[in-house]
């Protein structure tokens, strides 16, 4: 890819060399061992070039725009041949049936070999942003914010966690790794929640601990022991309420559990913070987007 669209990626918190990674493993997927279209070799010259067009078939949120224009740029490499990339939408943008989102210029063969790993990709992620925007509209005016979580397609991951970025959304944590999660199987394992935060924060000091709980004594018990993010785990709105008054502002509140966009209003009006929401990666459908060769 080029330098630009690197800084591209950089600037939407993306690490190029892990997309790269990605659309590696993606077009390797397509092409075979032999990195080889077929069709496109034996029916379009080599020096011919062309501009296409990628065009919006749905109203939706666009998300992954450069990551479309790496997997243009990446087909071409080892060709001597360029690919330009003029983008005519932004990322987060709402944008509506028949919106041209960019113009992708350069070898015929290249444009028609990416096309599909480009399309998967962005037609991915422009769903997600879409379905992750809805939530973010339902809760406008509530001081709650949509969570995602780790139910994302495997090899994925930062590519949906971006695109929820880009749908108003906010990412819970990235993996394993970077935040401590005690949950039910962890406090039956370790006597108790209590017992399992301080074997938490002993381990790994000034690590972010969040604890799920599904009771206003447990609650009560994170927080005393020294949690400041709560999950509240499958809890009704008359529970949660009852959770925001005994935990005060002493820990974030997330409601998690079976949430649908009909209730969000109802739940967020409880005064969590947060709504978690696996659907926004694991059940988003696609957002419908082509790629359209410009006549001659």
Same mark, same amino acid.
């Not at 995602?148 to 944590?173: H, Q």
């Given at each position: 890819?080029?330098?630009?669209?690197?800084?591209?990626?950089? &600037?939407?918190?993306?690490?190029?060399?892990?997309?790269?990674?990605?659309?590696?493993? +993606?077009?390797?997927?397509? /092409?075979?061992? $032999?990195?080889?279209?077929?069709?496109?070799?034996?029916? @379009?010259?080599?020096?011919?070039?062309?501009?296409?067009?990628?065009?919006?078939?749905? %109203?939706?949120?666009?998300?992954?725009?450069?990551?479309?224009?790496?997997?243009?740029? /990446?087909?071409?490499?080892?060709?001597?041949?360029?690919?330009?990339?003029?983008?005519?939408?932004?990322?987060?943008?709402?944008?509506?049936?028949?919106?041209?989102?960019?113009?992708?210029?350069?070898?015929?063969?290249?444009?028609?070999?990416?096309?599909?790993?480009?399309?998967?990709? /962005?037609?991915?992620?422009?769903? #997600?942003?879409?379905?992750?925007?809805?939530?973010?509209?339902?809760?406008?005016?509530?001081?709650?914010?949509?969570? %995602?979580?780790?139910?994302?397609?495997?090899?994925?991951?930062?590519?949906?966690?971006?695109?929820?970025?880009?749908?108003?959304?906010?990412?819970?944590?990235?993996?394993?790794?970077?935040?401590?999660? @005690?949950?039910?199987?962890?406090?039956?394992?370790?006597?108790? @929640?209590?017992? &399992?935060?301080?074997?938490?924060?002993?381990?790994?000091?000034?690590?972010?601990?969040?604890?799920?709980?599904?009771? #206003?004594?447990?609650?009560? $018990?994170?927080? $005393? +022991?020294?949690?400041?993010?709560?999950?509240?785990?499958?809890?009704?709105?008359?529970?949660?309420?009852?959770?925001?008054?005994?935990?005060?502002?002493?820990?974030?509140?997330?409601?998690?559990?079976?949430?649908?966009? %009909?209730?969000?209003? $109802?739940?967020?009006?409880?005064?969590?913070?947060?709504?978690?929401?696996?659907?926004?990666?694991?059940?988003?459908?696609?957002? %419908? @987007?082509?790629?359209?060769?410009?006549?001659?």
């Amino acid at each position: 890819m080029n330098p630009s669209t690197e800084a591209a990626l950089r &600037a939407d918190g993306l690490d190029p060399a892990a997309v790269r990674r990605i659309i590696d493993t +993606a077009l390797t997927e397509d /092409l075979g061992p $032999e990195r080889l279209d077929v069709t496109s070799a034996a029916t @379009i010259p080599a020096d011919q070039v062309d501009t296409a067009e990628l065009v919006a078939r749905a %109203d939706g949120v666009v998300a992954g725009l450069h990551v479309a224009a790496a997997v243009f740029q /990446l087909a071409a490499t080892g060709s001597g041949r360029t690919v330009e990339v003029v983008l005519r939408a932004r990322d987060g943008d709402r944008v509506t049936r028949g919106a041209v989102l960019a113009t992708v210029t350069g070898p015929t063969r290249h444009l028609l070999t990416a096309e599909r790993t480009a399309l998967n990709l /962005l037609c991915r992620m422009s769903g #997600v942003a879409t379905h992750t925007r809805a939530w973010a509209d339902v809760l406008a005016g509530s001081k709650a914010t949509v969570l %995602d979580t780790r139910k994302t397609t495997p090899g994925l991951r930062i590519l949906e966690k971006y695109a929820v970025r880009a749908g108003g959304g906010t990412n819970k944590r990235m993996g394993l790794y970077d935040v401590a999660m @005690i949950k039910d199987n962890h406090k039956l394992a370790a006597g108790g @929640i209590t017992a &399992a935060y301080q074997r938490v924060t002993e381990s790994f000091p000034g690590l972010p601990v969040q604890v799920e709980v599904t009771t #206003v004594a447990e609650a009560v $018990e994170a927080v $005393e +022991a020294g949690a400041d993010f709560l999950l509240c785990d499958n809890m009704t709105p008359a529970l949660l309420t009852e959770v925001v008054a005994a935990v005060g502002d002493r820990a974030e509140l997330e409601a998690t559990g079976g949430l649908t966009l %009909d209730v969000a209003a $109802e739940f967020a009006a409880t005064g969590v913070d947060y709504l978690s929401v696996g659907a926004l990666t694991h059940s988003a459908p696609i957002m %419908d @987007i082509a790629l359209d060769l410009r006549s001659a």
